[in-house]
Nanobody, 130 residues
Framework: QKQLVESGGGLVQPGGSLTLSCTAS????????ISWFRQPPGKEREGVAC????????TYANSVMGRFTISRDNAENTVYLQMDSLKPEDTGVYYC???????????????????????WGKGAQVTVSS
């Protein structure tokens, strides 16, 4: 069964760090672009970062540029999101999503757009609070 599982969420103080993991089972991530989206309380889901499958090109939302780093380890079938200098506004449920259709990947990675063909995990809660 094809699954994505996020882990590593939790409560952290402002200025702190967390690393989220997105691990696939039932399929290999090698040929998929992977994105991280988040949904702040009471708001819509928004794109955070994306990493392509073929050249590991990365894209970041302006709000996280320079603070978050997305990376992949195909041997571990896992994509990571390293989050540093966390702010209260980073609070939300973080989802990883996978896609491999060329047009969909273009929309997902270049524009950090949520599209219907993305395969999602169930999410991990990140709370940044003192």
């Amino acid at each position: 069964q094809k699954q994505l599982v996020e882990s590593g969420g939790g409560l952290v103080q402002p200025g702190g760090s967390l690393t989220l993991s997105c691990t696939a089972s039932g399929f290999t991530l090698d040929y998929y672009a992977i994105s991280w989206f988040r949904q702040p309380p009471g708001k819509e889901r928004e794109g955070v970062a994306c990493i392509r499958d073929n050249n590991d090109q990365t894209t970041y939302a302006n709000s996280v540029m320079g603070r978050f780093t997305i990376s992949r380890d195909n041997a571990e079938n896992t994509v990571y999101l390293q989050m540093d200098s966390l702010k209260p506004e980073d609070t939300g449920v973080y989802y990883c999503g996978a896609d491999h259709d060329a047009k969909s990947v273009q929309a997902m990675c270049s524009g950090l757009r949520e599209i219907d063909t993305i395969f999602w995990g169930k999410g991990a809660q990140v709370t940044v609070s003192s």
